[in-house]
């Protein structure tokens, strides 16, 4: 391990959590390559600013939001210091995952805190005073690498505690020839978007439809690396292409949630090619084991199914740009990436090209019998598993539904089979291979401690952006009370009459 590895853990797979200090306050807050801001809920703590502001910003993500004045603080994350930082100081938050505290953004300076600073005091305000944790950094210590590193860490059980890596400015020993790898770069302004030559599924490659971003070669389309985003959501008949061969699979369309279940000794073989390497995905993050309460002849039991992680994109296309889809945890788990802004000018955003480089981490040689022997020891804490085309036929328990009639064959949780099992296996959107005309992002809810060991809850077909991709999905409010920035304000042509603000 390198000396300056902040470090990245998960009890879950689902969050990856890193440690700061905000104003004096330790905080666990959720590392996203898919945002860019920082928000922390520092209600009940004393958490000592550098300044304060009354602008108000809202950041509305698919599953919940948040809302608060923009402050600054000191900003310790691991060896790196901002001596000032900018953050939301939530005082409204709205059904977000527990488990977290706040989230840290780590991508490009462009969302709600900068956007409400320009349109509150001027673009040099907010070139100056708005920028990203890891800007900040690079910023003010023009001598030192602009990347930083993310591997993603696994949970092998109930009680484990995955660490991973979070390193800035360095490489994670072991893994320095990452700059070997092929320069990725960004595609568009708001995310880590890379162009995707292709998919591959038992070593055949999936076609896309044309890319809705501009300028992308015909046959390639554009993914974002989010470290936010559970479970990827790509198009639907890329999702149908994974799974829908997989002997025993079968199609779950409920109201709660429209998912493959698969066996849970099942895996395809599924790979992902940048500028021609191929990073194969480990087949233990193709499908999750849950428990689910299920009725069996009016008794309530509880079975366990394994869900597709790769999920459909479901979101209207209107409402985002600049990527097709999203590769997040599931994809993340199975490389080592180093984030690389290059000569990106975090003052001047018009020049420099980001880029990304990754090296696999799943010897192919290997991971099926990984697979086994892990996916053997999950199944052995857990209740029986179930038939997947048994189970998409069987009630739930109203305890996961809420609703009181869950025993009629009508009923939430009674859903309709197609896969190898169906009798009307139709190709559905398969066919047209690309982006499906129904957008939607299906996100999980976890209620209970651990993953592998409570019951899971299906949140609803989302709107989008589930704690990733939020740049076209936030409001950043018009509810302000401006007051002047010392210093900036007098510098800056654009920003107006400006108050200042207090200084502590």
């Given at each position: 391990?390198?000396?300056?590895?902040?470090?990245?853990?998960?009890?879950?797979?689902?969050?990856?959590?890193?440690?700061?200090?905000?104003?004096?306050?330790?905080?666990?807050?959720?590392?996203?390559?898919?945002?860019?801001?920082?928000?922390?809920?520092?209600?009940g703590t004393d958490v000592k600013l550098t300044n304060m502001t009354a602008l108000n910003a809202s950041l509305v993500y698919g599953r919940g939001q948040v809302e608060g004045n923009i402050a600054f603080a000191e900003l310790k994350v691991g060896e790196y210091v901002v001596p000032s930082q900018a953050f939301i100081d939530a005082t409204e938050v709205t059904d977000m995952p527990a488990g977290a505290q706040g989230i840290l953004g780590m991508a490009f300076d462009n969302a709600g805190i900068a956007n409400t600073l320009q349109m509150a005091w001027g673009a040099k305000a907010a070139e100056q005073l708005g920028r990203a944790f890891i800007t900040n950094i690079f910023a003010t210590n023009t001598s030192i690498p602009n990347n930083f590193d993310v591997q993603l860490g696994r949970v092998d059980g109930p009680n484990d505690v995955s660490t991973g890596t979070f390193i800035v400015s360095a490489h994670e020993t072991g893994?320095?020839?990452?700059?070997?790898?092929?320069?990725?770069?960004?595609?568009?302004?708001?995310?880590?978007?890379?162009?995707l030559d292709e998919m591959r599924i038992d070593g055949d490659a999936f076609t896309f439809n044309k890319s809705s971003v501009s300028d992308v070669p015909q046959g390639k389309v554009?993914?974002?690396?989010?470290?936010?985003?559970?479970?990827?959501?790509?198009?639907?008949?890329?999702?149908?292409?994974?799974?829908?061969?997989?002997?025993?699979?079968?199609?779950?369309?409920s109201p709660i949630i429209n998912s493959w279940i698969i066996p849970c000794d099942s895996s395809p073989d599924l790979s992902f090619v940048f500028s021609g390497k191929e990073y194969p995905v480990h087949p233990l993050d193709l499908s999750l084991p849950q428990v689910i309460p299920i009725l069996d002849s009016g008794a309530e039991k509880n079975v366990t199914v394994c869900v597709a992680t790769?999920?459909?994109?479901?979101?209207?296309?209107?409402?985002?740009?600049?990527?097709?889809?999203?590769?997040?945890?599931?994809?993340?788990?199975?490389?080592?990436?180093?984030?690389?802004?290059?000569?990106?000018?975090?003052?001047?955003?018009?020049?420099?090209?980001?880029?990304?480089?990754?090296?696999?981490?799943?010897?192919?040689?290997?991971?099926?019998?990984e697979f086994k022997e892990g996916?053997?020891?999950?199944?052995?804490?857990l209740p029986p598993t179930i038939d997947p085309s048994v189970f998409v036929k069987t009630p739930l328990s109203p305890s996961i539904t809420g609703q009181a009639n869950a025993t009629s064959t009508d009923s939430v949780g009674s859903g309709g089979v197609r896969g190898a099992l169906s009798e009307d296996n139709e190709d559905s959107d398969s066919s047209n291979g690309g982006l499906g005309k129904k957008w939607g992002v299906v996100a999980l809810a976890l209620l209970g401690a651990n993953l592998l060991v409570g019951v899971l809850i299906f949140a609803v077909t989302l709107t989008m952006c589930v704690r990733g991709v939020k740049g076209k999905c936030r409001d950043v409010g018009s509810r302000y009370t401006p007051v002047r920035l010392k210093d900036v304000a007098d510098n800056d042509p654009e920003g107006g009459s400006l108050a200042r603000y207090s200084d502590h």
């Amino acid at each position: 391990m390198s000396s300056n590895d902040i470090g990245v853990t998960t009890t879950d797979g689902l969050q990856y959590l890193v440690n700061i200090t905000l104003g004096g306050q330790g905080f666990v807050v959720v590392l996203d390559t898919g945002s860019s801001d920082l928000w922390v809920d520092a209600r009940g703590t004393d958490v000592k600013l550098t300044n304060m502001t009354a602008l108000n910003a809202s950041l509305v993500y698919g599953r919940g939001q948040v809302e608060g004045n923009i402050a600054f603080a000191e900003l310790k994350v691991g060896e790196y210091v901002v001596p000032s930082q900018a953050f939301i100081d939530a005082t409204e938050v709205t059904d977000m995952p527990a488990g977290a505290q706040g989230i840290l953004g780590m991508a490009f300076d462009n969302a709600g805190i900068a956007n409400t600073l320009q349109m509150a005091w001027g673009a040099k305000a907010a070139e100056q005073l708005g920028r990203a944790f890891i800007t900040n950094i690079f910023a003010t210590n023009t001598s030192i690498p602009n990347n930083f590193d993310v591997q993603l860490g696994r949970v092998d059980g109930p009680n484990d505690v995955s660490t991973g890596t979070f390193i800035v400015s360095a490489h994670e020993t072991g893994y320095e020839d990452v700059t070997d790898a092929p320069k990725l770069p960004r595609v568009s302004p708001e995310h880590w978007s890379l162009v995707l030559d292709e998919m591959r599924i038992d070593g055949d490659a999936f076609t896309f439809n044309k890319s809705s971003v501009s300028d992308v070669p015909q046959g390639k389309v554009v993914a974002v690396l989010d470290t936010g985003f559970s479970l990827p959501p790509i198009p639907p008949a890329a999702v149908d292409a994974i799974y829908s061969k997989i002997p025993g699979a079968a199609f779950w369309t409920s109201p709660i949630i429209n998912s493959w279940i698969i066996p849970c000794d099942s895996s395809p073989d599924l790979s992902f090619v940048f500028s021609g390497k191929e990073y194969p995905v480990h087949p233990l993050d193709l499908s999750l084991p849950q428990v689910i309460p299920i009725l069996d002849s009016g008794a309530e039991k509880n079975v366990t199914v394994c869900v597709a992680t790769y999920q459909y994109l479901t979101l209207d296309p209107t409402q985002f740009a600049g990527f097709d889809l999203i590769l997040g945890d599931a994809f993340l788990r199975s490389v080592y990436a180093s984030f690389d802004y290059g000569d990106y000018n975090p003052t001047n955003h018009t020049t420099g090209t980001p880029f990304v480089q990754m090296v696999s981490t799943v010897d192919p040689h290997s991971a099926v019998d990984e697979f086994k022997e892990g996916r053997a020891e999950q199944l052995a804490q857990l209740p029986p598993t179930i038939d997947p085309s048994v189970f998409v036929k069987t009630p739930l328990s109203p305890s996961i539904t809420g609703q009181a009639n869950a025993t009629s064959t009508d009923s939430v949780g009674s859903g309709g089979v197609r896969g190898a099992l169906s009798e009307d296996n139709e190709d559905s959107d398969s066919s047209n291979g690309g982006l499906g005309k129904k957008w939607g992002v299906v996100a999980l809810a976890l209620l209970g401690a651990n993953l592998l060991v409570g019951v899971l809850i299906f949140a609803v077909t989302l709107t989008m952006c589930v704690r990733g991709v939020k740049g076209k999905c936030r409001d950043v409010g018009s509810r302000y009370t401006p007051v002047r920035l010392k210093d900036v304000a007098d510098n800056d042509p654009e920003g107006g009459s400006l108050a200042r603000y207090s200084d502590h």
